[in-house]
Nanobody, 123 residues
Framework: QVQLVESGGGLVQAGDSLRLSCTAS????????VGWFRQAPGKEREFVAA????????NYANSVKGRFTISRDNAKNTVFLQMNNLKPEDTAVYYC????????????????WGQGTQVTVSS
């Protein structure tokens, strides 16, 4: 079992930055790929970003490309999502998830999930 805990969310203004963290505990492994997803009220959960187990490969949703950066520190069992130039449409609950082997954009492919952290961007 792997437990994931997100942190770093909050209320910010448009144009501000936030850094989310996803810290793993339990049967952690550097072999896990990690994805960030978000869900706004009344909308389906959507892919935001993902990073491979080793860290060199990353993928981003078009809506965040150039503004968000995903990274990981395997020594600390933590994955980060640096979010710059935030927009009101980024408002959502952000979840991290992990799976063995390669990353994917599909939420259903991830086995372990965190409880989420709220990000609210005011205009």
């Amino acid at each position: 079992q792997v437990q994931l805990v997100e942190s770093g969310g909050g209320l910010v203004q448009a144009g501000d930055s936030l850094r989310l963290s996803c810290t793993a505990s339990g049967r952690t492994s550097s072999s896990y790929a990690v994805g960030w997803f978000r869900q706004a009220p009344g909308k389906e959960r959507e892919f935001v970003a993902a990073i491979s187990a080793g860290g060199p490969s990353r993928n981003y949703a078009n809506s965040v490309k150039g503004r968000f950066t995903i990274s990981r520190d395997n020594a600390k069992n933590t994955v980060f999502l640096q979010m710059n130039n935030l927009k009101p449409e980024d408002t959502a609950v952000y979840y991290c998830a992990c799976r063995l082997n390669g990353y994917t954009n599909y939420a259903s492919a991830y086995k372990y999930w965190g409880q989420g952290t709220q990000v609210t961007v005011s205009s």
